[in-house]
């Protein structure tokens, strides 16, 4: 179905390589969980957890644009989730003058980069999908949304048949404001993913990301890597059950490695940095006043992960 896409409610990691990110600021309006198993999605899906937000937003905006640690890119996991905001509400708006009912859509939620581990979040809350707040504009369609069973349903579709001509147009109106929004920001951030991108090369992460499995193993977590832990989460957070002792195993075992690359990440933004100068000073000429804007037309907010409130 076309329209804004969203960071699947899964249960499954909800997060992005850098690969993918690199495809979404290009112009999409959001992502899609990891493909499931047909066992993974005979469990449903899961509930995006409730985890605290912080409104205030940073001095430096450079970070939220061209994150080097996993705390940073909470802030940028809140401009990605704004955008998603405002398309919602461009969407519910839109049904809602045209007397529509409104179609199934994923539940907004804050995507992870996992490329970018925010350890200490991890530890904390888990690998889930983080929900963010409910907006005016989400609260004030709830009448209007069908309350029968979802069951057999065609995704997106709020009776099972195709979504009409004016609920697509409603969803296309919703797609291009969050690539209008994205726009602003996405190509620099592009830009600056493809160079960290290249640390995966750099021997000094190589060796010490060799040891992750061993590091796992003497946990008691027996995997042959992140890819097979991180469907050892899938299974646990598709069965209802908590991940946190997973959590912890992992932000215990990708500290050594996280304390070879932010360095690295952090020296390559200060290069990246200085040889993007103008382009950084525009958008900071500009985000923020859109970001407003955009408050004020959807009345929602911008707000980024915390670890407590």
Same mark, same amino acid.
């Given at each position: 179905?076309?329209?804004?896409?969203?960071?699947?409610?899964?249960?499954?990691?909800?997060?992005?390589?850098?690969?993918?990110?690199?495809?979404?600021?290009?112009?999409?309006?959001?992502?899609?969980?990891?493909?499931?198993?047909?066992?993974?999605?005979?469990?449903? @899906?899961?509930?995006?957890?409730?985890?605290?937000?912080?409104?205030?937003? @940073?001095?430096?905006?450079?970070?939220?644009?061209?994150?080097?640690t996993?705390?940073?890119?909470?802030? %940028?996991?809140?401009?990605?989730?704004?955008?998603?905001?405002?398309?919602?509400?461009?969407?519910?708006?839109?049904?809602?003058?045209?007397?529509?009912?409104?179609?199934?859509?994923?539940?907004?939620?804050?995507?992870?980069?996992?490329?970018?581990?925010?350890?200490?979040?991890?530890?904390?809350?888990?690998?889930?999908?983080?929900?963010?707040?409910?907006?005016?504009?989400?609260?004030?369609? #709830?009448?209007?949304?069908?309350?029968?069973?979802?069951?057999?349903?065609? @995704?997106?579709?709020?009776?099972?048949?195709a979504?009409?001509?004016?609920?697509?147009?409603?969803?296309?109106?919703?797609?291009?404001?969050?690539?209008?929004?994205?726009a602003?920001?996405?190509?620099?951030?592009?830009?600056?993913?493809?160079?960290?991108?290249?640390?995966a %090369?750099? #021997?000094?992460?190589?060796?010490?990301?060799?040891?992750?499995?061993?590091?796992?193993?003497?946990?008691?977590?027996?995997?042959?890597?992140?890819?097979?832990?991180?469907?050892?989460?899938?299974?646990?957070?598709?069965?209802?059950?908590?991940?946190?002792?997973?959590?912890?195993?992992?932000?215990?075992?990708?500290?050594?490695?996280?304390?070879?690359?932010?360095?690295?990440?952090?020296? %390559?933004?200060?290069?990246f940095?200085?040889?993007?100068?103008?382009?950084?000073? #525009?958008?900071?000429d500009?985000?923020?006043?859109?970001?407003?804007?955009?408050?004020?037309?959807?009345?929602?907010?911008?707000?980024?992960?915390?670890?407590?409130?």
């Amino acid at each position: 179905m076309a329209g804004p896409s969203r960071a699947a409610a899964a249960p499954l990691r909800t997060v992005l390589t850098l690969v993918t990110l690199i495809t979404l600021t290009a112009g999409t309006a959001g992502c899609a969980g990891p493909s499931v198993s047909s066992t993974e999605a005979a469990a449903g @899906p899961a509930v995006p957890r409730s985890s605290p937000v912080t409104y205030e937003v @940073p001095a430096d905006l450079t970070p939220a644009v061209l994150p080097a640690t996993g705390a940073e890119a909470r802030w %940028s996991q809140g401009l990605d989730a704004f955008g998603e905001a405002v398309a919602d509400a461009e969407v519910r708006g839109c049904v809602r003058a045209r007397g529509e009912t409104m179609p199934d859509l994923v539940p907004l939620a804050f995507t992870r980069y996992m490329d970018l581990p925010d350890l200490d979040f991890i530890r904390r809350h888990g690998f889930g999908s983080t929900a963010l707040p409910a907006s005016s504009s989400t609260e004030s369609t #709830e009448s209007t949304e069908s309350t029968e069973p979802t069951e057999g349903r065609e @995704p997106g579709s709020p009776d099972g048949s195709a979504v009409s001509g004016p609920v697509r147009r409603c969803m296309a109106a919703g797609q291009r404001v969050v690539n209008d929004f994205r726009a602003l920001y996405g190509p620099l951030r592009m830009s600056w993913f493809r160079e960290i991108g290249r640390l995966a %090369s750099d #021997e000094s992460v190589a060796r010490v990301y060799g040891a992750f499995p061993s590091c796992l193993a003497r946990r008691g977590v027996k995997v042959t890597g992140e890819d097979r832990f991180f469907g050892l989460v899938d299974r646990r957070l598709a069965a209802g059950r908590s991940d946190l002792d997973l959590a912890a195993d992992y932000a215990a075992c990708m500290a050594p490695v996280e304390a070879v690359r932010e360095p690295l990440r952090t020296a %390559s933004r200060d290069r990246f940095a200085a040889a993007h100068r103008q382009e950084i000073e #525009e958008l900071t000429d500009q985000l923020m006043p859109r970001v407003r804007q955009l408050e004020a037309r959807y009345e929602v907010r911008l707000c980024f992960p915390a670890l407590s409130a």
